[in-house]
């Protein structure tokens, strides 16, 4: 990401572009990761700090702060905001990808592994998800906490894990 960055330094990029860059590659490149293994949150606030000095500078470090708080700016567009996304929400999002198909019993070839390996433990696979979830196997079994997007309006909603699995939320 930093030599990116640095190679780009050297443009003179407007704002606008500087959020296409972010938005397309630097995303790309995270979000490889946050699909795999949960992120510790000193690496996501690294990198986030690093897209925050390439968005108001155009440089690599930045000192001192933006010009807008970081939440508003990661707001949608629609909202006001410029459409990063928050890697934090994102990185939960995309394991919950992985919970989701193992729930549901997709045809890939981690699930069918995963789905195996609860075979032949004799729990049932929805239990073994529950579990890898309170376990905190994918963060800390805090509340799940997700955005519902309404005509332009962002509201936060929270809901525990349990709370999810008893009310069928997520299918168990």
Known sequence: MTTRIRSWSTRHLYFAGRVVLIN???????????????????VINEIES?????LWK??????????????????????????????????TAALFKYVWAVANKEDNLWVKWRHMATYFS??????????MLKSGYLGEPDPVTYR????????????SLERMFLQQLLPI
């Open 148 to 159: 519902s997007y309404s005509n332009g309006y962002t509201r936060q909603k929270s809901a």
């Open 24 to 42: 397309s590659v630097l995303s790309a490149i995270h979000s490889y990761w946050c699909q795999i293994l949960k992120l510790p949150k000193k």
């Open 50 to 54: 690093i897209c925050r000095a390439f």
């Open 58 to 91: 155009g440089q690599y470090m930045m000192q001192g702060a933006g010009l807008v708080a970081w939440e508003n700016v990661c707001q949608l567009k629609i909202a006001g905001g410029t459409g990063i996304k928050r890697m934090a929400e994102w990185n």
């Open 122 to 131: 004799g729990v049932r696979s929805q239990q073994a998800v529950y579990n």
